[in-house]
């Protein structure tokens, strides 16, 4: 039978959840967990270039550090590698922090998968997620040494493959920006035309945005969405210049931002109030869908919540899967999780009194 897996990393632990895809109520979800308990899980990955789908999961132990898991068994055993996977060299003065993302490449590097991380640096491995490698032209770039901590820390939260040429590569970093390579990473070049920093003297920087999250549109491979800190935007030439889509927005402040697994120009943001506000617009529990790039937004709410709300989304707890229609999910530091399974038109509440949601994760298994 085919399902759908739904992964949610929360500050103390990994919770999994299975329901079969033809089955489109949510009554069908059923959790275990959680894994790594006590641990913070900031990034999972569902890679399913191989024939069993494999997991990894990035966790941080308040007492041994933080680590990367994998399981080819969809959770019900984890390895650990002996050694750290990522790890950064001798003589780079830094030490590994966190694992913020954990990216699979396309189908034609079956075994490459990126790491991204606090500090801001970009890993890469070639064995499935076993070891990881420091790419160090953008740990040198000349831009690196100016990048300041956002309020979350100074971490490469988003890794971006062109499902075209699996050389274009891009990132973004809060608070570095967004960066492109179009060699594999030999060299990289900022990429933030028509984003602002809002709080600094020069409003149009070369770099330095305080970029939230990045999502490609799944037919349109050059347009890109991105949810930058004040800011909503699209960029139709792959990041060559972005342009504002916030117009029609309770607010163009947040944290995340996921486009549909298969229909052009659809994408999902979760607005909060304010950066000194970090609540959801309006103490509304409501997420906003784009059937336009951008153009229009249409405030989705039908199951959610409708007395005032205090659940932050943040950058990667929202997500979607590639049903048909698309499931779309979201987890909040309430410790939350909704899911919509015709595309965010109705949602229902799958967990409550969980722990504070990081991340949220799903993909079709079978």
């Given at each position: 039978?085919?399902?759908?897996?739904?992964?949610?990393?929360?500050?103390?632990?990994?919770?999994?959840?299975?329901?079969?895809?033809?089955?489109?109520?949510?009554?069908?979800?059923?959790?275990?967990?959680?894994?790594?308990?006590?641990?913070?899980?900031?990034?999972?990955?569902?890679?399913?270039?191989?024939?069993?789908?494999?997991?990894l999961v990035g966790a941080d132990s308040s007492?041994?550090?933080?680590?990367?898991?994998?399981?080819?068994?969809?959770?019900?055993?984890?390895?650990?590698?002996?050694?750290?996977?990522?790890?950064?060299?001798?003589?780079?003065?830094?030490?590994?922090?966190?694992?913020?993302?954990?990216?699979?490449?396309?189908?034609?590097?079956?075994?490459?998968?990126?790491?991204?991380?606090?500090?801001?640096?970009?890993?890469?491995?070639?064995?499935?997620?076993?070891?990881?490698?420091?790419?160090?032209?953008?740990?040198?770039?000349?831009?690196?040494?100016?990048?300041?901590?956002?309020?979350?820390?100074?971490?490469?939260?988003?890794?971006?493959?062109?499902p075209r040429d699996p050389k274009a590569v891009?990132?973004?970093?809060?608070?570095?920006?967004?960066?492109?390579?179009?060699?594999?990473?030999?060299?990289?070049?900022?990429?933030?035309?028509?984003?602002?920093?809002?709080?600094?003297?020069?409003?149009?920087?070369?770099?330095?945005?305080?970029?939230?999250?990045?999502?490609?549109?799944?037919?349109?491979?050059?347009?890109?969405?991105?949810?930058?800190?004040?800011?909503?935007?699209?960029?139709?030439?792959?990041?060559?210049?972005?342009?504002?889509?916030?117009?029609?927005?309770?607010?163009?402040?947040?944290?995340?931002?996921?486009?549909?697994?298969?229909?052009?120009?659809?994408?999902?943001?979760?607005?909060?109030?304010?950066?000194?506000?970090?609540?959801?617009?309006?103490?509304?529990?409501?997420?906003?869908?784009?059937?336009?790039?951008?153009?229009?937004?249409?405030?989705?709410?039908?199951?959610?919540?409708?007395?005032?709300?205090?659940?932050?989304?943040?950058?990667?707890?929202?997500?979607?899967?590639?049903?048909?229609?698309?499931?779309?999910?979201?987890?909040?530091?309430?410790?939350?999780?909704?899911?919509?399974a015709d595309d965010g038109d109705g949602w229902?509440?799958?967990?409550?009194?969980?722990?504070?949601?990081?991340?949220?994760?799903?993909?079709?298994?079978?």
């Open positions: 039978m085919t399902d759908v897996l739904l992964a949610v990393g929360t500050r103390k632990g990994l919770f999994l959840a299975r329901r079969p895809v033809d089955r489109r109520g949510q009554a069908g979800w059923e959790f275990d967990g959680p894994h790594f308990p006590a641990q913070a899980v900031y990034a999972v990955a569902i890679d399913r270039r191989r024939e069993r789908p494999r997991l007492h041994w550090g933080p680590s990367v898991f994998r399981s080819d068994d969809l959770g019900a055993s984890w390895q650990e590698p002996p050694r750290p996977a990522v790890a950064f060299p001798e003589g780079t003065g830094a030490s590994l922090e966190r694992v913020w993302q954990l990216q699979p490449s396309g189908a034609d590097e079956p075994d490459v998968v990126y790491a991204g991380t606090e500090p801001g640096a970009l890993f890469r491995s070639v064995d499935g997620g076993e070891t990881f490698e420091l790419m160090r032209s953008l740990w040198d770039h000349p831009t690196r040494e100016r990048w300041e901590p956002g309020g979350g820390g100074l971490g490469l939260h988003t890794v971006l493959t062109d891009t990132v973004a970093v809060s608070t570095g920006g967004v960066y492109r390579s179009d060699d594999g990473g030999a060299s990289w070049f900022p990429s933030n035309s028509g984003v602002q920093v809002v709080f600094q003297p020069e409003r149009f920087p070369a770099f330095g945005q305080c970029v939230h999250k990045v999502a490609r549109d799944p037919v349109h491979a050059d347009r890109l969405f991105l949810q930058n800190h004040w800011g909503v935007y699209r960029s139709d030439d792959a990041g060559g210049s972005w342009t504002s889509i916030g117009e029609g927005l309770p607010s163009d402040f947040g944290f995340p931002i996921a486009t549909h697994p298969r229909l052009p120009g659809v994408a999902y943001v979760f607005p909060l109030n304010a950066d000194s506000d970090r609540v959801p617009a309006g103490r509304r529990c409501r997420v906003y869908r784009t059937d336009d790039a951008g153009a229009t937004w249409r405030e989705l709410g039908a199951g959610l919540p409708e007395e005032q709300h205090h659940g932050t989304v943040l950058r990667d707890a929202l997500c979607t899967d590639d049903a048909e229609p698309a499931g779309v999910y979201f987890g909040n530091r309430n410790g939350e999780v909704f899911g919509s229902r509440q799958l967990a409550r009194h969980l722990p504070d949601v990081l991340c949220v994760r799903a993909a079709v298994l079978g």
